[in-house]
């Protein structure tokens, strides 16, 4: 097998991006290879309800055995388990042209329900602490739909916090991956994918 791009990683037999958006949110709106309105990515890295939850564990969203787990309950419901990832593409898409301000009608209330449903399926729960007593800690079911409540519930998170301030969107050709830029000192993706290719146009320019 030839070597992959340094932009990808093999992560338990599936070919997923690497993290570049400094936030997981963003780094889920980064699993297709370019945002040139909604049609059919020329690169879908979440190809089945599977890759979704070896990703989400990949970003540190689950643990390996809660992978284990979702992958076995995603066997025995195929059908389910489609339907779980049609559901996250969807969110994904709506999610971007929030954050995009792309203008799509409709995107904002589609992505609030979806965060308004994990909402809802979130327990406070009581835990044992260190010594006696105990803490509160939020807790979602671990069923099929968990990787989407996880991200959905980030979502909310990125939206109303202050980070929502310092994304931006990566020019490089066909790309339109999200990333944080607190300093305003980034302006690719990856310096050694779009950046890259951004000094090889710039320089065949120059001597041409």
Same mark, same amino acid.
């Given at each position: 097998?030839s070597?992959l791009?340094?932009?990808?990683?093999?992560?338990?037999?599936v070919?997923?991006?690497?993290?570049v $958006?400094?936030?997981p949110?963003l780094?889920?709106?980064?699993?297709r290879s370019?945002?040139?309105?909604?049609?059919p990515?020329?690169?879908?890295w979440?190809t089945?309800y599977q890759?979704?939850? +070896?990703w989400? $564990?990949?970003?540190?969203?689950?643990t390996? %055995?809660?992978?284990?787990?979702l +992958?076995?309950?995603?066997?025995?419901?195929p059908?389910?388990a489609?339907?779980? =990832? !049609? %559901?996250?593409? !969807?969110?994904?898409?709506?999610?971007?042209?929030?954050?995009t301000d792309?203008g799509?009608a409709?995107?904002?209330d589609?992505?609030?329900?979806v +965060?308004d449903?994990? $909402?809802?399926?979130r327990?406070l729960l009581?835990?044992?602490?260190?010594?006696?007593?105990?803490?509160?800690?939020?807790? =979602?079911?671990?069923d099929?739909?968990l990787?989407?409540?996880q991200l959905?519930?980030l979502a %909310?998170?990125l939206?109303? $916090?202050?980070?929502?301030?310092?994304i931006r969107a990566?020019p490089?050709d066909?790309?339109g991956?999200l990333?944080?830029?607190?300093?305003?000192?980034?302006r690719?993706?990856?310096?050694?994918?779009c950046g890259n290719?951004?000094k090889v146009?710039?320089?065949?320019?120059?001597?041409?």
């Open positions: 097998m070597a791009p340094s932009h990808l990683e093999l992560v338990q037999g070919v997923l991006p690497r993290p $958006g400094a936030d949110v780094d889920f709106l980064n699993t370019e945002w040139a309105g909604r049609g990515a020329r690169s879908e979440l089945s890759a979704l939850v +070896i989400t $564990g990949y970003v540190g969203l689950l390996d %055995a809660s992978v284990f787990r +992958i076995e309950q995603a066997a025995v419901k059908t389910d489609a339907r779980r =990832l !049609e %559901a996250a593409l !969807e969110f994904r898409a709506d999610l971007y042209d929030v954050l792309s799509a409709g995107s904002f589609a992505a609030a329900r +965060i449903q994990a $909402g809802a399926r327990r009581a835990v044992p602490a260190d010594g006696n007593g105990f803490r509160a800690a939020w807790d =979602l079911p671990e099929l739909g990787p989407l409540d959905a519930l %909310a998170d939206l109303t $916090g202050p980070s929502r301030d310092h990566c490089g066909a790309c991956w990333f944080l830029d607190p300093r305003g000192r980034r690719w993706c990856s310096m050694s994918t290719r951004a146009r710039a320089h065949a320019a120059r001597t041409r």
